[in-house]
C-alpha cells in the first residue's frame, strides 16, 4: 500500500503541473504568459455629481431630510461591481446653517452624499472651482460628512498632514495611487498659511506628488484634474499642457472633469511609469445635474481595466470601455425625479416607461454624441459590454 501512493503522488504533481501550464495566454506584447499569475481589476470614474435646487426640491422629504436614491437606482447596477468607483463632487456640505443652495455658490444636503455612497461609490474628488463655495469651514465639514460616509475622499484635506499623506488603494494587490488637482476656486479666499486645504494645478506640486508615489512602491499613478474650458466638447491648450507635462513626470491615467460636457479620451505612451501604454479621458461630463441642453445633460461611466503579472511584476490597460448616460428630470410614478439613466434604454422595447417619446429622442442623441465624442482620438476605447 505505501508504495502505491509514493507512486500516486508525483502522478498528481504532474496532472496538476501540466493544467496550470495550459492556463495561459497571450499580452499586448504578444508574449505568452500563465493565467493564475494574473489578476485583474476595474475601475470606474464618472464626471461631475452637482447638486442643483431642483434636485434636492425633488428630494426633500420633510424639513431637513432628503432622498437622493432614485437619482441613481437605474445606474448604480453598473458602479457595484467595480473594485473602485470615483467621481468630482460638484458641490460642498456646510451644513443647514448656512443654507441649501444650487448655483451658483453649492451647499448640498449631507443626504446627497449618502445617497453617492449608496450608489457604489468609493471615493469622492474634492478639490474642484465650487470647493469654497462655504469657505474653510465648508470645505472641512465636506470632508468630515463624506468620511463619516464611509467613503474615501482627495483634493481637499483637513491640515498639511493629510494633504502630505499620499492616497494609495491597495486593489486585489495593485497599488493605485490617486492624486487629485483643480485650476482654481472660483476666486474665493483661501486663508493665508492654509494652502493645504485644496490643491491646486502646480506643475511643481504635481511632479513631487508623482515621485512621492513612486517612491512608495505604487503601480499606478492616477490623476485627476478639474480643468478645462466648459461647454466646450475638445480639449483646450491649457488642458493639452498639463497633460503633457504631467504624462512626462510619470502619470499611467489621467481622468478630467469641469468642462461639464464629454471631451475625448485617448491613450499615450508614458515615460518613467510603470505602465507601456497609458490613457487619459479629458472630460467625463456631467453625471447628475440640472443642465437640461444637449451635451451637458449627457455623461458617462468610464471603466478602466487594469491586469497585473505577479510574477513578472508588469501591468497593463486590459481594455477601456464607456457606458453613456442621459439623465431624466420629470414624474415618476407621480412624484418629481431626477434618474441618471443607461441611455442605451432608448432603444429599447422595456425602457422606462415614465420616459415619453421627446426623452427617448434626446436619450438616443445622447448615446450617439457619446459614441461619436468618446472615439474621436481612439477606436480602441469599447462600448460597455452589457450594451452590446
Not at 443652495?101 to 457604489?120: H, V
Not at 511632479?207 to 499606478?220: E, V, W
Not at 503633457?244 to 515615460?271: L, M, N, R, W
Not at 468618446?374 to 477606436?379: A, H, I, L, R
Amino acid at each position: 500500500m505505501r508504495k502505491k501512493k509514493l507512486l500516486f503522488i508525483p502522478l498528481v504533481l504532474l496532472i496538476f503541473i501540466i493544467t496550470v501550464k495550459s492556463k495561459s495566454f497571450f499580452n499586448p506584447h504578444g508574449n505568452k504568459i500563465e493565467k493564475d499569475s494574473l489578476v485583474t481589476i476595474s475601475i470606474s470614474a464618472v464626471g461631475d455629481l452637482m447638486c442643483h435646487s431642483p434636485q434636492f426640491q425633488y428630494a426633500r422629504v420633510n424639513a431637513d431630510s432628503f432622498d437622493f436614491n432614485p437619482e441613481f437606482n437605474y445606474i448604480k447596477q453598473y458602479l457595484i461591481n467595480s473594485d473602485f468607483v470615483f467621481g468630482n463632487l460638484e458641490t460642498v456640505a456646510a451644513g443647514k446653517s448656512f443654507n441649501y443652495s444650487g448655483y451658483p455658490a453649492f451647499n448640498s444636503p449631507d443626504d446627497f452624499i449618502k445617497a453617492i455612497r449608496a450608489a457604489g461609490f468609493t471615493m469622492l474628488v474634492t478639490s474642484n472651482n465650487h470647493a469654497f463655495d462655504r469657505g474653510a469651514n465648508g470645505v472641512l465639514r465636506t470632508i468630515s460628512v463624506i468620511k463619516k460616509t464611509g467613503l474615501d475622499y482627495d483634493g481637499t484635506f483637513s491640515s498639511q498632514r493629510d494633504r502630505d499623506s499620499i492616497r494609495i488603494f491597495n486593489l486585489k494587490g495593485i497599488k493605485v495611487a490617486f492624486l487629485a488637482y483643480t485650476y482654481g476656486v472660483n476666486g474665493n479666499y483661501i486663508p493665508k498659511g492654509k494652502s493645504y486645504l485644496i490643491n491646486l494645478i502646480d506643475t511643481t506640486l504635481i511632479k513631487h506628488d508623482i515621485n512621492s508615489a513612486r517612491k512608495a512602491g505604487t503601480d499606478i499613478v492616477l490623476v485627476y484634474f478639474h480643468f478645462g474650458t466648459q461647454y466646450k466638447r475638445s480639449p483646450d491648450e491649457f488642458q493639452k499642457q498639463i497633460v503633457d507635462k504631467t504624462i512626462k513626470y510619470g502619470a499611467d491615467i489621467i481622468i478630467g472633469s469641469h468642462p461639464h460636457v464629454i471631451e475625448p479620451a485617448a491613450f499615450f505612451k508614458t515615460q518613467d511609469a510603470k505602465l507601456d501604454t497609458g490613457f487619459v479621458a479629458y472630460s467625463l461630463g456631467n453625471f447628475v445635474s440640472n443642465q437640461r441642453w444637449r451635451y451637458a445633460d449627457a455623461g458617462v461611466i468610464l471603466k478602466i481595466f487594469l491586469t497585473k503579472n505577479i510574477k513578472t511584476d508588469s501591468i497593463f490597460i486590459n481594455k477601456v470601455t464607456y457606458l453613456p448616460t442621459w439623465v431624466f428630470k420629470g414624474l415618476v410614478n407621480g412624484k418629481n425625479e431626477f434618474n441618471v439613466l443607461p441611455a442605451q434604454d432608448a432603444f429599447e422595447q422595456d425602457c422606462p416607461s415614465f420616459l415619453s417619446q421627446g426623452d427617448k429622442l434626446k436619450m438616443q442623441q445622447a448615446f450617439e454624441d457619446t459614441r461619436e465624442t468618446m472615439n474621436t482620438f481612439s477606436t480602441r476605447i469599447e462600448i460597455d459590454s452589457n450594451l452590446k
